[in-house]
C-alpha cells in the first residue's frame, strides 16, 4: 500500500511509500474523490531560517521550489511531477534551525495557501567523487597550541569516502612542555550552514584517555578509527545557491564533514580542538582508493 491521507473526502496517495527520491525522480500517484474544479497537487521545498538583523532575529521561510500537477473531477486521478536536477537535500529535524523540507501538496489552484492534504518527501541528491587528490593519503599539519607548545600532526588515509566506510587517522602530538593530556576525543561532525545559521551534530566519534602517568609524556603517537554509518538520511558533502526571485528569496547552503580532535589540556577544562575538512558521497572512483588502515 501506497502513503495515503485522508481529508476533506481527498485521499491522497504515492507510489512509492517512505521512497527517498533523488533529483530528476518522477514524482507519482492518485488522488481519488476530486469534486472540486480548482485543485491542484502542488510539490514545494522550503528553506527556513534565522536572520539576525540589529536587535531582533527575523524567522525566514523560503520556497525554492514548487512544481504544480492541476487536477479535473474524477473518482480518481493520476499524477506525475518531475523533479529538477539540482535540489538540495532534506533536512528537517524538528527545533533546529536551518530547515530544508520537500512537501506534496493537495492545493486549491486559487488560494494555494490552502491545503487540503500534505504529505512529506525526502529528498537526497547522490553525488560522485573522481578527483585522485581526494582519495590519496593527507597530511594535516603540525597545527600549533602556543599556549602550551603542543604541536598535532594528523595523517589520514584519504579525504573522500563513502557512506559506510572507515576513516583512519594517525596522529602525532608533540608535548615538549610536559603538559597533562587528559583525553582525546576524535569525532566526525557533520555542519549545516545556511546564510548565518549552523547546525552540527556528531555521527561517530571515538575517545582515548590517558592516566596519571602517561598523560605527561612529551610525545604521543596513536591510531583512530572512525566508522562512517551507513545511513540512508545523512546528505553528502553539497553546496546549492538559490538566486532566483528578490534578495529576501536568496540563500546559500553548504553541507559539510570534518574530523574533530579535541584535545582537553592543562587545566581539565581546557580544550583544544583541530578541525579536518573531509567531503562525503555515494560513489567513489573505486581505482584510486588508497587505504592505510
Known amino acids: 500500500m501506497g502513503n495515503a491521507q485522508r481529508f476533506h473526502r481527498h485521499q491522497l496517495e504515492l507510489h512509492r511509500s517512505d521512497a527517498i527520491y533523488v533529483p530528476s525522480d518522477i514524482i507519482s500517484g492518485t488522488v481519488a474523490n476530486i469534486i472540486n474544479e480548482d485543485l491542484s497537487i502542488v510539490v514545494v521545498g522550503t528553506v527556513r531560517f534565522k536572520k539576525h538583523k540589529k536587535k531582533q532575529i527575523e524567522h525566514c521561510e523560503i520556497d525554492f521550489f514548487s512544481s ?98 572507515i576513516v583512519c587517522l594517525f596522529y602525532e602530538l608533540q608535548n615538549p612542555a610536559g603538559v597533562s593530556i587528559h583525553k582525546i576525543d576524535v569525532s566526525l561532525g557533520i555542519y549545516y550552514l545556511v546564510e548565518s545559521n549552523i547546525y552540527q551534530e556528531d555521527i561517530t566519534n571515538t575517545t582515548e584517555c590517558f592516566n596519571e602517568m602517561l598523560s605527561t609524556q612529551k610525545l604521543f603517537r596513536n591510531k ?43 587545566n581539565s577544562d581546557d580544550l583544544w580542538q583541530v578541525d579536518i575538512p573531509v567531503a562525503l558521497c555515494h560513489e567513489i572512483l573505486e581505482q584510486a582508493k588508497t ?3
Open 291 to 293: 587505504e592505510l588502515c
Open 224 to 266: 583512530a578509527i572512525l566508522h562512517i554509518p551507513e545511513d540512508v538520511y545523512l546528505p553528502p558533502t553539497f553546496k546549492y545557491k538559490h538566486d532566483q526571485g528578490d534578495e529576501r528569496a536568496q540563500f546559500h547552503l553548504t553541507i559539510e564533514y570534518k574530523v574533530q580532535f579535541k584535545v582537553y589540556l592543562g
Open 68 to 165: 504544480a500537477f492541476p487536477l479535473i473531477p474524477s473518482s480518481s486521478q493520476t499524477f506525475q511531477i518531475h523533479l529538477t536536477e539540482r535540489l538540495p537535500p532534506s533536512f528537517n529535524q524538528s527545533n533546529t534551525f536551518p530547515q530544508i523540507s520537500y512537501s506534496l501538496n493537495l492545493v486549491d489552484r486559487a488560494s494555494k495557501s490552502r491545503v487540503y492534504s500534505s504529505l512529506p518527501l525526502h529528498i537526497q541528491p547522490r553525488t560522485q567523487i573522481h578527483h585522485p587528490s581526494l582519495l590519496a593519503p593527507l597530511v594535516f599539519g603540525p597545527v600549533t597550541n602556543d599556549g602550551y607548545q603542543t604541536k598535532l600532526q594528523i595523517k589520514t588515509n584519504r579525504s573522500a569516502y563513502q557512506f559506510g566506510d
